[in-house]
């Protein structure tokens, strides 16, 4: 059969367009490896509206059972898949997966994107017990502490100016030169409780039970430095998951989807939209994700009923 529309993804943003598909009556296929997106890492994340507090893995939870309450009639499931290909036919599209191929007149692409990972040592260890990739999802609770933050781009500045409403003092190790706005670089650095180091090089985490400290050197030292802090902030980018669309769709430099922000349609793709952290959209965030997803849905339902 031929579906009205595929959703591919399982994040919020995947789940946000799945309701609003299924409450529109459109007989769609939603294909999700699994349903965590980046925030299952999160201890508490603070800022999904109307949760005070929730566990990135609870929410991962509550976001499942939403859809799948509205899933009878509509939504055809098909977890544990992974989409692998998207190709274009006649009649729309083949979406091949990790375990079958579907066919829709329409595609929703809300796959997300992958963290690049801090890799030293301890890092592993330490992941999501100090080590972190979410300011507005963690950075509360590290209330009065000292912090780092690894990075020297707009979200690694974003992400510092974030915590230093929070923490006792943050410090940027960034490998090379700074890379964020001008504006954004001048604002974080003014501000007493913030050190920069240029030319560092993170080479280990140290501690116990949670982190102690970070230690690194500099290009022009091989003095180990070691930098006492209980949380380290990484920000030294993503990785889009996207390859499975790249004959399709119009992508960026970063392999980020390029979309119209108007009503989230691909540029230069008909009949596919794509919502979330695997577009090139300003704001990477879950609530943004979602919203962005029902705009798209809203649109795919215009198109649809007026082709």
Not at 135 to 162: H, K, M, R, W, Y
Request: aromatic share 8%; proline share 4%; with cysteine.
């Amino acid at each position: 059969m031929t579906y009205d529309l595929a959703i591919l993804g399982g994040g919020p943003a995947g789940v946000a367009a799945g309701v609003y598909a299924a409450r529109k009556r459109l007989k769609t296929v939603f294909i999700t490896k699994d349903w965590n997106g980046q925030s299952t890492i999160s201890e508490g994340v603070e800022n999904w509206i109307g949760d005070i507090k929730i566990s990135g893995i609870d929410l991962s939870k509550r976001l499942e059972s939403h859809l799948k309450a509205y899933a009878p009639g509509f939504i055809d499931v098909k977890e544990g898949e992974l989409a692998t290909e998207l190709a274009k036919t006649p009649g729309g599209f083949k979406i091949t997966s990790s375990k079958g191929a579907y066919e829709a007149r329409t595609i929703l692409i809300a796959t997300g994107s992958s963290r690049r990972k801090l890799e030293i040592p301890g890092a592993g260890e330490y992941d999501n017990r100090g080590i972190v990739y979410c300011a507005s999802c963690d950075g509360p609770l590290f209330a009065g502490q000292d912090v780092a933050v690894i990075g020297g781009g707009n979200a690694a500045f974003e992400t510092a100016a974030q915590l230093l409403a929070y923490s006792k003092s943050v410090t940027m190790l960034v490998r090379s030169d700074f890379k964020a706005d001008p504006v954004t670089i001048d604002k974080v650095l003014a501000n007493p409780k913030l050190k920069a180091v240029k030319g560092a090089v993170p080479k280990e985490v140290r501690g116990g039970k949670f982190i102690i400290g970070l230690v690194y050197t500099t290009k022009d030292s091989d003095k180990d430095v070691l930098l006492p802090v209980t949380g380290i902030f990484v920000e030294i980018g993503s990785i889009p998951n996207t390859d499975f669309a790249k004959n399709v769709v119009k992508m960026d430099p970063y392999n980020r989807i390029i979309v119209d922000p108007m009503d989230q349609r691909v540029v230069g793709a008909e009949g596919i939209w794509a919502a979330g952290d695997c577009t090139d959209g300003l704001y990477h965030q879950n609530n943004i994700a979602a919203g962005d997803a029902v705009k798209a849905i809203e649109n795919i339902y215009l198109y649809l009923h007026t082709q």
